[in-house]
């Protein structure tokens, strides 16, 4: 089992920070942040509406190519 992590969005323009338990990681460092999950590389993005989307880094690659 790994370390578990929080999601949250930065403030209420956007924006992403993840507690883990070192501290925060925040905006663009922690969109690049490597999640795991059932040992798939992972990202998390803001996304609409002040949410916060994990998804699997290829599905990522995938959607910034279009």
Do not use: H
């Amino acid at each position: 089992m790994g370390n578990s992590v929080q999601l949250f969005n930065e403030d209420f323009s956007g924006g992403l920070k993840i507690n883990i338990s070192k501290g925060w990681i925040r905006s663009e460092a922690a969109e690049n942040f490597p999640l795991y999950a059932n040992g798939i590389e992972c990202r998390a993005r803001e996304y609409r509406f002040g949410g916060v989307v994990v998804q699997p880094l290829e599905a990522w690659t995938v959607l910034d190519q279009r």
